[in-house]
């Protein structure tokens, strides 16, 4: 059983339903990723574990605890970090009040995890009293994963980490993303750019129009001919 | 060089001293509406009659302490019921966001929306002002009129002119000057403050924090009626109290709103200044400056004045069209309306 499930998703955004009996999991100190070509629902399930679109069928649970009908802010407090594609830091707020409101919900002193954060994104910590709206994209998107992880989650949730950032930026970005995992977290992300995702990921599943395709290790996938033809351009 | 003190002398008491007490009166104004905008993201007409509304609960109560004899001394008794009016003021607005724009906000609806929701409530206060306290021109003043008087100061620089310094000038500067530092502490190093930033910014992402929007929404009211209130008194003590002119105010407070770059609190304090600097140094007569400078013959038969009092909230509005035209997020880069 693994630790974060969302098992036979079946919903959409009010019409049409976009997931049909989908399934994503993974577990602690683990990176699975979901790819897919443009509107296969890749985001849509993503939002759909973390509360933000209503399930016709299908339910969600994290460890032992059925979160299917809990808000997004109530996952939040359960131990789910998530970081939107866009409009993910406050653009004018210094990197450290960026920080700070992460840990809005907890009452205990987070120094601690503040320091963790800067220990892992050290540019962080050299640009700590700068708007974040001010740093580059790359920088940015630290922000935007330092400020989730200020609530010590145990699941953290990036919609496409590395969409905008230059070849180089990506590589150092799922550089980090492994570190975090390497914590005990575990990440599931959504990604663009298939290729380099699935040679980090230790589970990759393949969505076509809302449906599973293919669901395996991320070596595995990328080996797969078929994969490789139709997803990965040959 | 004598002549050149005199002229600015006459300058500092008909130009420089009012309009920095009526730019501080402004700047509270304009900070009111600013952080309503950054918050609650629209434009609130019934800002000016909430400062009406405000100092008329003051008023009440000044009235109250001077009958029952309670006083404080040289300083106006107007200040002992700041707090009472304040109160009152921020139950009004807490009173009206539980019953009108919650309503919209539920249902997500346009900034136009509010907008317009707002003017209702501005009548609706308008009309509660006038039932209480009327329409007519109401002086509450006490105390000390004068700080520094012209006759004794003259007499004392043995000039032509003097400087004079009423109280409720200098009263407006200092509490303005504390008012403003204390906001702008709470909103750069207090968690609240941090969460009404976080908010305004990014509404999504705040809520996804953890930021509870109703507590935001609830205390951007509590700072914005007793910014009203504060900017409201100060302006009737200044000058005085007649509910149709703090109507009238909302003009040049939205002036000094936008041209300080709406949604930005610093932008609201320089805005405010420059729509009283402008306002007042466009519509001052000069012929007394000209005097003391310019020789007999090349004095003008005018008054040197550019534009008649009357004409006042001309300039706010010129002030405003050109922001709007050449940079419409301010000087402070604020949100574009």
């Known amino acids: ?98 920080l700070e409101m992460g840990a809005f919900i907890r009452d205990d002193d987070f120094s601690d995890t503040m320091e963790q954060v800067f220990s892992l994104f050290p540019v962080l910590a050299e640009k700590r009293r700068q708007p974040a709206g001010e740093l580059s994209g790359g920088q940015r998107q630290q922000v935007a994963v330092g400020r989730a ?83 990965l351009g040959g | 060089m004598e002549d050149i003190l005199n002229a600015s002398l006459v300058l500092a008491n008909f130009v420089i001293i009012p309009s920095l007490a009526y730019g501080a009166q402004l700047a509270l104004g304009a900070l009111g509406v600013t952080l309503i905008y950054a918050v609650l993201r629209f434009a609130n007409f019934a800002h000016g ?32 019921a700041l707090p009472f009016g304040i109160i009152a003021a921020v139950l009004l607005a807490m009173g009206t966001d539980r019953f009108v724009y919650r309503f919209y906000r539920k249902k997500r609806a346009a900034p136009v929306t509010f907008v317009i929701a707002s003017v209702g409530v501005m009548f609706v206060y308008n009309a509660l002002t006038r039932i209480f306290i009327g329409t007519s021109d109401i002086r509450f003043e006490d105390g000390e009129r004068f700080l520094i008087r012209a006759r004794e100061s003259r007499e004392w620089m043995g000039l032509a002119e003097g400087l004079a310094l009423r109280s409720s000038q200098a009263l407006t500067l200092v509490v303005a000057i504390i008012v403003v530092v204390a906001l702008f502490w709470s909103l750069q190093k207090t968690r609240t403050g941090k969460a009404m930033r976080a908010y305004s910014d990014n509404e999504d992402l705040a809520l996804l924090s953890g930021i509870n929007p109703g507590r935001v929404v609830l205390i951007t009211w509590v700072i914005a009626a007793t910014l009203a209130t504060i900017a409201g008194t100060l302006y009737g003590l200044d000058k005085s109290f007649r509910p149709f002119n703090y109507f009238m105010l909302l003009l040049p407070i939205f002036a000094a709103a936008v041209v300080g770059g709406i949604g930005q609190p610093f932008g609201a304090i320089a805005g405010g200044f420059v729509v009283a600097f402008s306002e007042v140094s466009i519509t001052y007569a000069y012929r007394r400056v000209l005097s003391h400078i310019l020789p007999e013959e090349w004095m003008p038969d005018g008054l040197a004045q550019l534009l008649s009092t009357d004409y006042k909230f001309a300039v706010s509005f010129i002030i405003l069209v050109l922001v709007l035209l050449v940079r419409p997020n301010g000087i402070f880069k604020g949100r574009v309306i």
């Not at chain 1, 799922?174 to 040679?199: C, P, S």
Request: hydrophobic share 45%; glycine share 12%; charged share 20%.
């Open chain 1, 1 to 98: 059983m693994s630790f974060l499930i969302g098992e036979g998703m079946t919903g959409g955004y009010g019409g049409a339903d976009i997931l049909h009996d989908c399934t994503i999991s993974v577990d602690k100190g683990e990176v699975a990723v979901i790819v897919g070509p443009n509107g296969a629902g890749k985001s849509t399930a993503m939002k759909a574990i973390f509360g933000m679109l209503n399930l016709r069928e299908g339910a969600v649970r994290l460890g032992e605890r059925a979160i299917t009908g809990m808000t997004p802010q109530e996952r939040v407090r359960a131990g789910m970090g998530f970081v939107p594609q866009t409009g993910n830091v406050f653009r004018t707020l210094t990197v450290q009040e960026n």
């Open chain 2, 49 to 80: 009659d909430l400062m009406a509304f405000g100092t008329m609960a003051v008023i009440l109560v000044t009235w109250f302490f001077q009958a029952q004899g309670i006083g404080l001394g040289p300083l106006p008794t107007a200040l002992l």
């Open chain 1, 149 to 231: 992880l200020m609530t010590r989650p145990d699941v953290l949730m990036l919609d496409e980490p590395t969409a905008g950032v230059s070849p180089i930026v990506m590589d150092d970005l799922f550089d980090k993303i492994i570190d975090v995992a390497n914590t005990g977290i575990a990440i599931l992300m959504v990604e663009q750019n298939a290729r380099q995702a699935l040679a980090i990921a230790d589970k990759g599943y393949v969505l076509v129009q809302g449906r599973n395709r293919f669901t395996d290790t991320g070596e595995a996938l990328l080996a797969n001919p078929e994969v490789r033809r139709s997803f």
